[in-house]
């Protein structure tokens, strides 16, 4: 059974940085393949960005590339997310998710099989 914990969300302004952390419980983390999400209020559970369980390649929402960096620490089994010039338009609560079946990167949320209990992030403008 794998725990996901994520912190690090908070109020920030625009422009500003956060960066993201995702504690994982449990074996093989190595090979999980790890995504964050986010929920705005009103709006659909969006992909963020992810990394492969397979071969710790990335991949980024148009949204937010060049801004976001997801980076893994194997052996902390630790997943962050760096995310940089935020905007208004980021705020959402942010949910860490592990795909401990088949490590391979989806923007699926329904690729993944656990879910952390979300942090809020909130950009003021």
């Known amino acids: 059974q794998t725990q996901l914990v994520e912190s690090g969300g908070g109020l920030v302004q625009a422009g500003g940085s956060l960066r993201l952390s995702c504690a994982a419980s449990?074996?093989?983390?190595?090979?999980?393949?790890m995504g964050w999400f986010r929920q705005a209020p009103g709006k659909e559970h969006e992909f963020v960005a992810g990394?492969?369980?397979?071969?710790?390649?990335?991949y980024y929402a148009d949204s937010v590339k060049g801004r976001f960096t997801i980076s893994r620490d194997n052996a902390k089994n630790t997943v962050l997310l760096q995310m940089n010039s935020l905007k208004p338009e980021d705020t959402a609560v942010y949910y860490c998710?592990?795909?401990?079946?088949?490590?391979?990167?989806?923007?699926?949320?329904?690729?993944?099989?656990?879910w952390g209990q979300g942090t809020q992030v909130t950009v003021s403008s």
């Open positions: 449990g074996r093989a983390f190595s090979r999980h393949a």
């Open positions: 990394t492969s369980g397979n071969d710790g390649g990335t």
């Open positions: 998710a592990a795909d401990t079946r088949w490590g391979t990167l989806s923007t699926r949320g329904s690729a993944y099989d656990f």
